[in-house]
């Protein structure tokens, strides 16, 4: 059984920074392209950054653009994504995702199939 759980979410003031964390587990995901996806309340979700199976190719939404940083060690089957400079329009529920193995990366969030159960991120101003 395939599982993405995700870490590392919380309350932190506006300008500070969080390391969400994604563990892999139940299968190996080191060929498959992860993603990190959030969804605020009242709002479509956003897919935020994507990473390819090597971690040679990211990819960011505008909104986060320079401030959140996405990276994987498929030796450890986890994705971190480095969020600085928070804004209280980050704050959202983050879900890791991840597409079918030696797939390609996507910036739509149907095309990813396993997703994790989401952490809360909650910036105040």
């Known amino acids: 059984q395939a599982q993405l759980v995700e870490s590392g979410g919380g309350l932190v003031q506006a300008g500070g920074s969080l390391r969400l964390s994604c563990a892999a587990s139940g299968r190996a995901f080191s060929g498959s392209p992860m993603g990190w996806v959030r969804q605020a309340p009242g709002k479509e979700r956003e897919l935020v950054a994507t990473i390819s199976w090597s971690g040679t190719s990211r990819s960011y939404s505008d909104s986060v653009k320079g401030r959140f940083t996405i990276s994987r060690d498929n030796a450890k089957n986890t994705v971190y994504l480095q969020m600085n400079s928070l804004k209280p329009e980050d704050t959202a529920i983050y879900y890791c995702?991840?597409?079918?193995?030696?797939?390609?990366?996507?910036?739509?969030?149907?095309?990813?199939?396993?997703w994790g159960q989401g952490t809360q991120v909650t910036v105040s101003s």
């Open positions: 995702a991840a597409r079918d193995r030696w797939t390609g990366t996507s910036t739509r969030a149907d095309d990813y199939i396993y």
